[in-house]
T-cell receptor, first 118, second 116 residues
Framework: AQSVTQLDSHVSVSEGTPVLLRCNYSSSYSPSLFWYVQHPNKGLQLLLKYTSAATLVKGINGFEAEFKKSETSFHLTKPSAHMSDAAEYFCVVSEVDLNPPGNTPLVFGKGTRLSVIA | DTEVTQTPKHLVMGMTNKKSLKCEQHMGHRAMYWYKQKAKKPPELMFVYSYEKLSINESVPSRFSPECPNSSLLNLHLHALQPEDSALYLC???????????????FGPGTRLTVL
């Protein structure tokens, strides 16, 4: 069974400084990994996804994440934080199941709240 | 159109009311989902429809009744809810790549439900 651990419940950065949101996963088979962002009282927006192609994944709004199988990590980074990046970020995993064959439902991490200070 | 829409945005209902939440997408996705999200928590999967058939029901109480009348629409009928059912209800959709295999999910903005 798969699981996701987001290592920080809250991260605070100054505007213009780098962002690092940490995520570790556990998966029996080849995982698909996602980062979603949720602004207050809004739905979830897909930032980026990893599905066994390139290990460095570029997403929207300048975010990127690197899949490291040896460390079972999928950390989200951005070189320079903007005030509009303040939101809740979810690391999500799905994997290929064999019985029955198909993707497993998404498993969400508990979320990391990103605050950006002016 | 790359959007999932949900109506209403907000809903307040009493414990004896019957109401419905509506979700619509025009991306040609054949899988649609209902999630429940409590404050400061991640979304929890409730139901999955694939090709308009219910494929996953995560042991949701029968006071929640999903319906998928066609490939673009998903409804959630609510009856005799409890105050603890107050939450943000999110709809999502995704492509079906092949039997049981789904692409990434696109989420709607949600319906904020308050049960008095």
């Amino acid at each position: 069974a798969q699981s996701v651990t987001q290592l920080d419940s809250h991260v605070s950065v100054s505007e213009g400084t780098p962002v690092l949101l940490r995520c570790n996963y556990s998966s029996s088979y080849s995982p698909s990994l996602f980062w979603y962002v949720q602004h207050p009282n809004k739905g979830l927006q897909l930032l980026l996804k990893y599905t066994s192609a390139a290990t460095l994944v570029k997403g929207i709004n300048g975010f990127e994440a690197e899949f490291k199988k040896s460390e079972t990590s999928f950390h989200l980074t951005k070189p320079s934080a903007h005030m509009s990046d303040a939101a809740e970020y979810f690391c999500v995993v799905s994997e290929v199941d064999l019985n029955p064959p198909g993707n497993t439902p998404l498993v969400f991490g508990k979320g990391t709240r990103l605050s950006v200070i002016a | 159109d790359t959007e999932v829409t949900q109506t209403p945005k907000h809903l307040v209902m009493g414990m004896t009311n019957k109401k419905s939440l509506k979700c619509e997408q025009h991306m040609g996705h054949r899988a649609m989902y209902w999630y429940k999200q409590k404050a400061k928590k991640p979304p929890e999967l409730m139901f999955v429809y694939s090709y308009e058939k219910l494929s996953i029901n995560e042991s949701v109480p029968s006071r929640f009744s999903p319906e998928c009348p066609n490939s673009s629409l998903l409804n959630l009928h609510l009856h005799a809810l409890q105050p603890e059912d107050s939450a943000l209800y999110l709809c999502a959709s995704s492509q079906v790549l092949s039997q049981g295999y789904y692409n990434e999910q696109f989420f709607g903005p949600g319906t904020r439900l308050t049960v008095l």
